[in-house]
């Protein structure tokens, strides 16, 4: 089986990953984009930008939240100010809507699967983003506020973000170090 990077969808042994640079192995220019989109989706610059908009968008949807408990949503500034503020949440959460579509693209629907090591994982963030997605363009006032509930299902996507980054992380360690061994037994057995 090939081994693969924390997410499970692109391939991390040489042999595979050098067949994509290979000319006597050529990819079809599709499976070449659909692996290099997938490097995009799977890289750490990637996962930062997503944990950077995640938190964004939990503290936009709390001020949404505190501004209604507050009573400040009926004067006239701070009704426009929550106006700009649903919007750039509902641009976030869209965005999300995106990558969740990049990754059906690059990795195949059974990322989203069992078929995957963080599969089930993917599955609800996905589930999350797009009942998100679709409860901010359905709903509006007091029931766009409860649908923004979902707070507590995004901050889910932050434990599952920064677990699977630090994941991957020991998986390289590992990786390392089981290579590390594999050159020290083969230098041990050469002086013997």
């Not at 209604?68 to 949440?89: C, N, R, V």
């Amino acid at each position: 089986m090939t081994q693969q990077s924390s997410y499970g969808a692109i391939p991390t042994s040489e042999h595979e990953a050098g067949s994509f640079q290979n000319p006597a192995m050529e990819q079809s220019k599709f499976a070449k984009t659909r692996h290099e989109v997938g490097e995009v989706l799977e890289s750490k610059r990637s996962h930062v930008i997503i944990l950077a908009l995640t938190a964004l968008d939990v503290l936009l949807v709390i001020i949404q939240i505190a501004a209604t408990l507050l009573g400040l949503d009926e004067h006239k500034g701070a009704q426009e100010a929550l106006e700009i503020i649903a919007h750039i949440s509902l641009a976030i959460v869209t965005f999300f809507v995106v990558e969740i579509l990049l990754k059906i693209y690059a990795f195949g629907p059974s990322y989203f699967w069992t078929g995957n090591p963080h599969g089930l994982l993917h599955l609800a963030d996905a589930l999350i983003i797009i009942i998100s997605f679709l409860l901010e363009i359905t709903l509006k006032g007091a029931e766009q506020e409860l649908g923004s509930l979902l707070i507590i299902f995004r901050l889910w996507r932050l434990i599952k973000l920064t677990g699977t980054t630090r994941i991957s992380e020991l998986e390289a360690q590992l990786q390392e170090s089981q290579q590390e061994v594999q050159r020290l037994r083969a230098h041990t057995a050469d002086q013997v």
